[in-house]
């Protein structure tokens, strides 16, 4: 029996605390898109998208009619395209970037993942290809994002694909200077990266997954912050009960919108990914949950242990409210797209070091963050590193978007808009890790990975 409480408690969180469904993605199988032919590929990737997604955009908004929620994006993944372009050369891969942004318009939605490889203990030359098209392929498209997963708990970190990737990432940043550099938000590098993350920009189709399903990412920073101010002054164990509660029914709405979604599109249901998704909007912000707990500002002293609380009693609400969890689920710390964030690292409390300890006990990493345009490859390569250790070392996924804004300094900011935010031009060491770099190789897998 539907209690009438709860329904008016939703509307209330709809309503006032900025609860929405952050995503509809709809995963798309490629593997029947390879051709010897280039052009042949990217007519087959053309109609493979428009036929398979044709109706993704009308059923979104049928949802949210009916039900009164709010659905932010409406997204695509697609297999990683490495694993199916074959032949291509660098040139091959920004055609059918081209394609796959073209084709990602014509049906509406608001982004398509899978412009990526996995190339955690070696890269092949398909790889390769599709990693040097990266600048071009996000220059001269709009919708497209772009993923490389450089490491795995069971492969260890490959130095050498890092090492590479901070020369794109500079490139890219170069070639978008005239926007902010904003390329660099639509591409991040990963450490044991998830098949079903609905998120951009890392979200593809993995190899284990269906022909097409449906993934739906679940946001709520403000709702989860409304019910901690209304906890009062309670202990820790009741603050966590009150999380834990609050994500299972966050996690209920976004299952019903799923299963909806796949009814209706006869498509499987995958997951709901419970991640705790900011916006720069004043109140849906991880970052006022946390001071909301107890902290004067995010940054201080206690912001890591208060983040892990968070991060846990998130992800054990979710699965209590179903059995389908998965993509990367918990909280976000994105800098330029959480209002209280900006606010931290604009007042110097929030350090680059502080995010880096955090993003040991939460759900991505180093994400949405802006750097001097000035930043040295051998840096941001040091830092992607470190970052990835992190996810090498414990397990988990962690990931670097990281934007070294062109023509900007320390102190400057950047302006993406809409849901990127605005993102405070953040300090960085002036040591330089290039010897450490320019080694080359692989980090070896840390012991704990022979569980066989």
Do not use: W
């Amino acid at each position: 029996m539907i209690d009438t409480k709860d329904i008016l408690e939703t509307i209330g969180m709809i309503r006032e605390e900025n609860l929405d469904v952050r995503t509809v993605t709809l995963g798309v199988s490629l593997y029947d898109c390879v051709s010897e032919d280039g052009g042949r590929f990217c007519s087959n990737l053309y109609e493979k998208i428009v036929t398979s997604a044709k109706d993704l955009v009308p059923v979104c908004r049928s949802i949210e009619k009916e039900y009164g929620i709010p659905i932010i994006n409406k997204r695509i993944s697609i297999t990683p395209l490495s694993l199916v372009g074959g032949k291509l050369d660098s040139d091959g891969y920004v055609k059918a970037a081209k394609t796959l942004d073209k084709a990602a318009k014509e049906v509406g939605v608001d982004f398509i993942g899978g412009f990526g490889a996995l190339v955690q203990k070696g890269t092949n030359s398909s790889s390769s290809a599709l990693i040097d098209a990266i600048p071009q392929a996000l220059t001269e498209t709009d919708i497209l994002c772009s993923s490389v997963n450089v490491a795995s708990t069971r492969a260890g970190i490959n130095m050498d694909a890092i090492a590479r990737m901070g020369k794109i990432i500079k490139d890219l940043a170069y070639r978008t200077r005239d926007k902010g550099s904003i390329g660099c938000a639509k591409l991040v590098v990963f450490a044991n990266v998830p098949d079903d993350n609905p998120f951009m920009a890392g979200a593809f189709n993995g190899v284990g997954e269906p022909e097409k399903v449906v993934n739906v990412g679940v946001s709520g920073p403000g709702v989860v912050a409304a019910a901690v101010r209304r906890a009062g002054k309670c202990d820790l164990n009741t603050l966590a009960e009150t999380i834990k509660r609050t994500a299972f029914k966050i996690t209920r709405m976004g299952q019903l919108v799923a299963r909806l979604a796949s009814e209706r599109l006869n498509v499987p249901f995958g997951i709901v990914d419970l991640s705790l998704a900011p916006t720069p909007a004043v109140g849906d912000s991880v970052a006022a949950v946390l001071e909301e707990m107890g902290l004067s500002v995010t940054g201080s002293c206690g912001t890591t242990a208060a983040l892990a609380m968070l991060n846990d009693a998130v992800k054990k609400g979710g699965v209590m409210a179903s059995g389908s969890v998965g993509g990367l689920s918990g909280a976000f710390i994105p800098v330029s797209e959480d209002a209280g964030m900006i606010r931290a690292a604009s007042s110097g409390e929030l350090t680059i070091e502080k995010l880096e300890a955090m993003t040991a006990v939460c759900s991505v990493g180093l994400d949405m963050i802006a750097i001097p345009g000035d930043t040295p490859e051998e840096v941001i390569c040091g830092l992607i590193a470190d970052e990835i250790s992190i996810g090498v070392a414990n397990n988990k996924t962690t990931a670097v978007r990281v934007i070294p804004a062109y023509g900007k300094k320390v102190g400057d900011s950047v302006s993406f808009g809409g849901l990127l935010g605005n993102a405070p031009v953040m300090r960085l060491s002036s040591g330089s890790p290039a010897v450490f770099i320019g080694r080359g190789g692989r980090i070896p897998a840390p012991i704990h990975s022979l569980k066989n």
